[in-house]
């Protein structure tokens, strides 16, 4: 008897563990199955409208999208903006389409991410900034540094969320393999 006793009281702390730690992930962003409906319009960095704020929404229409919210600018996002960048050079003839908007209201943030491009030679992926509050109706979480969301005809199918410290190369393979769920069947 005491040792089920024992077993239950150990298979209970498992269990309340796992609930704990189920409770504590993270959200943020539109999730899997939403519709994209708010627009927003961040300042590009790069690209043919550098300086300009652009609709993001409106410019990709029902392409195919890989929209990344950083709130810092480190060695992690910079290996996810080229891996992002060498996998939308790889689908360009499937219409993919990858942005990473920074989250500041610091103009210094901004100068490093358009320094990051240069000198990694970002050439597929525009890079933007936008208020560090995030566009309204989006629910980006002030604790996500990463925030990933990848959709298609403006419906999510992938949604990669980290907090700071967390984005390691298995985290920037699984948003670079989610992008399979985004891509349009070929004709």
């Known amino acids: 008897m005491r040792i089920h006793a024992a077993l239950r009281s150990g298979l209970l702390l498992v269990l309340c563990v796992n609930l704990a730690a189920a409770a504590e992930a993270l ?3 539109p999730q899997v199955g939403e519709e994209l409906q708010k627009t927003f319009e961040p300042v ?3 690209g043919p409208d550098v300086g300009e704020k652009t609709c993001v929404l409106c410019e990709y229409g029902a392409s195919p999208v890989v929209m ?3 709130r810092e600018v480190n060695e992690p996002l910079t290996r996810l903006i080229k891996r992002l960048d060498a996998a939308t050079a790889q689908h360009k003839d499937r219409g993919v389409a990858t942005c990473v908007i920074l989250l500041s209201d610091e103009p210094e943030p901004a100068k490093r991410l358009q320094q990051l491009a ?3 030679k970002i050439q597929h992926t ?3 900034t936008y208020q560090a509050a995030g566009p309204k ?3 980006v979480a002030e604790d996500a540094e990463i925030t990933a969301i990848l959709f298609l005809d403006r419906f999510v199918k992938a949604n990669h969320v980290f907090k700071a410290g967390e984005l390691q190369d298995k985290g920037i ?3 670079v393999a989610d992008i ?3 891509l349009p069947t070929k004709k």
């Open 27 to 29: 959200k943020s962003g």
């Open 68 to 70: 990344v919210f950083a």
């Open 180 to 182: 399979a769920k985004i």
């Open 44 to 46: 590009n960095l790069t």
């Open 126 to 128: 525009i890079l933007r």
């Open 137 to 139: 109706g989006y629910n």
């Open 118 to 120: 240069a000198r990694e």
């Open 173 to 175: 393979e699984a948003v």
